[in-house]
């Protein structure tokens, strides 16, 4: 739909942006892509592969759910019985 060059000039706003905040959210690239092209979707899979023909790629998943507490899951660890019975 767009050419490799309109690509990046249409990304380089947006890495100025992540190199800030040191994330990027898809869903306002989504959006400004979609209004670029003049559509009123576009597809979640064409942003991403947008965004993999120029080298961006998810660094790390949540490695821990925000709340978790590790405390309690150690606790938990040495208090499970290592067989289970049913009741």
Do not use: I
């Amino acid at each position: 739909m767009m050419t490799l060059e309109e690509e990046r000039a249409f990304l380089a706003p947006w890495a100025e942006q992540a190199r800030g905040a040191g994330v990027l959210v898809v869903a306002p690239l989504r959006a400004a892509l979609a209004e670029k092209l003049g559509r009123r979707k576009v597809a979640a899979s064409v942003v991403y592969r947008l965004l993999a023909r120029h080298g961006w790629r998810k660094l790390a998943p949540d490695t821990r759910h925000p709340k978790s507490d590790p405390a309690a899951q150690a606790e938990w660890k040495k208090n499970f019985p290592r067989r289970w019975l049913p009741s």
